[in-house]
Structure formats: C-alpha cells, structure tokens
C-alpha cells in the first residue's frame, strides 16, 4: 500500500466552539487549602484576585503575593452579621496600596490626614477579597469608578448588606475609552468573587413564565415546578435549572408556625426572622 499522509484537518474561521459567556478562570491554591490563601485569574485578563482570610494578610499574603498586594486596586472586607442569620455583611474599599489600607482597617497602621479611617466597625471581617491589575495601569480614578458600581452591585443582591457609610458618584470624569475597560475589570471582578466561592454579585434570574398551551400556568418551559406535603405544611416551588439552578418558592405555598425538636438552631432563627418580616408588613397593609 502507498504511504499515506494523515493531515490535521484545521478549523475554518468562525468555527471556535463555546459560547461568548464560558469563561476559563485558574485557581492557585498557595498554601494547598481550598479556603486558605489563594490567588485567582481568568485566562488571558490581566485581573487578578487574591482571597484570604482576615488574619492571613500579614501571616503568609505579604509573603506569598508582596509585589501585588502593594499594588492600586480595590478591595473587599467580608462577613456575617452578628444580629441576622440569614445576612452576610461586606465592605467595598480602594486603595493605591491595598494591603497598607487593609492595615489602616485592622489598626495595625495608624490612619493619618490622607488616609482617614472609616467609620465602620470591622468586627465582622472573616474574609478579605483583593482585585488589582496585572499591568499596573489602574489610577485612582479608575479604582473609585470600580469601588462606585461594586457597591451599588452588591444592593442588587437581599441576602448581602453593604457596610459603605458613602455611596461614591460612579462616574467621575473618565473617557469613554476608559469607562469600556473598567466595565471589562468589573464583570471579571463577578465572575472571580464567585469564582472563589462568595456571591454577593448574584442577583436573582426568575425568568418570565412562559405557558405551556392547555397546560395550568404554574407550569413553565425548562422550568419545572416541584411541590412538598405533610401534615401541616405545603409548598410549591420551581427549579431554575436552566438559568441558576436555585430554588424559588411560589407565592402562597404554607409553612408550620412552630418548629420542631429538630429543626436546626439556624434554622429556627431564620424562622424568627421571616416571621418577624411577615408581621412587620402586615402591619404596615393594615395601618
């Protein structure tokens, strides 16, 4: 038989599989612990995150990232609210120097004229969020834009309170061009905080039901509803599997007032809480 040439066939142009949202995003883990110190980029983006817990920054972050701690960029402080259970709290910040700033917050730096303290208490702070450019071209008025639309983001989101005392103007006065590559750092800014785990960004995705013809309009295309019974409770609720793949509960479904022996204490306080919301309106329709 005559040799025979096996040719890799190349892919025309405009035939890249995927879709414009995929993203390919790298997670280093520096200390070799999933909720330890870790660094995180999306491929080809010159944003780059860094993710550790409160007491790590001068504890093995300055070591492991000293070049890019230093650098200007902006910053997230993260927690629980100690009074509600079923709220985390988190503080938005920028800086030239970001772990100088995250000092100045912890009182390890004394705050001087230029770099006053915010009037925020920090007792919360679990886990701290760092974003800054790989390029070193971020100025000052791009971390205020970035700081501007990360907190007015994070009020889109009911389960997380942004503890700003200020709500920054967004805009400033930067060009357009300008404007285009901070919206760019932002969006990856999302998809690295939820990357690694924290989602205060998410908003809610409940599509607009869509009525399946001769079908009651509970139900919806890719969007199956579920429901739930015993003795004293009822519930309906749709999974989204093809948006987020959360639970929504429907409107009307019946809960049990009184707990049981086992129900969790976080659950129990939760509970509390819902009930405490659900009277509080009632009240406000009757007054």
Not at 91 to 117: C, P
Not at 152 to 163: M, T, Y
Not at 274 to 285: D, G, P, Y
Request: charged share 25%; with cysteine; proline share 5%.
């Amino acid at each position: 038989m005559p040799n025979e040439k096996f040719v890799q066939k190349q892919p025309e142009a405009g035939s890249c599989p995927g879709n414009g949202k995929a993203r390919l995003v790298k997670i280093y883990l520096a200390d070799g612990e999933p909720e330890g110190i870790r660094s995180a980029q999306i491929d080809i983006s010159t944003t780059y995150a860094i993710a550790f817990k409160g007491d790590q920054l001068n504890l093995g972050v300055k070591k492991e990232y000293a070049d890019q701690i230093q650098k200007s960029g902006v910053y997230l402080i993260i927690g629980r609210d100690p009074d509600k259970v079923d709220k985390k709290l988190v503080y938005v910040g920028e800086s030239e120097d970001v772990g100088k700033r995250l000092n100045v917050h912890k009182g390890i730096i004394k705050a001087n004229s230029a770099e006053t303290m915010d009037p925020v208490g920090f007792t919360f702070w679990e886990d701290t969020l760092v974003f800054v450019s790989k390029d070193d071209n971020l100025t000052k008025a791009h971390i205020r834009y970035v700081e501007a639309e990360l907190i007015a983001a994070i009020k889109g989101n009911h389960a997380w309170g942004a503890l700003n005392v200020k709500n920054p103007p967004a805009a400033g006065k930067l060009p357009k061009e300008d404007v285009s590559s901070m919206c760019r750092f932002i969006e990856e800014v999302k998809i690295l905080s939820g990357a690694l785990g924290f989602d205060m960004f998410k908003t809610s995705k409940l599509p607009m039901p869509q009525l399946l013809p001769g079908i009651s309009n509970t139900a919806t295309i890719g969007n199956p509803e579920f429901c739930f019974s015993e003795n004293g409770f009822a519930a309906k609720a749709v999974f989204l599997a093809g948006s987020t793949g959360e639970w929504v509960v429907r409107a009307n479904s019946t809960a049990k007032l009184e707990h049981t022996p086992a129900t969790p204490k976080g659950a129990i306080n939760l509970r509390a809480t819902l009930r405490s919301r659900w009277r509080a309106q009632e009240n406000r329709q009757w007054a």
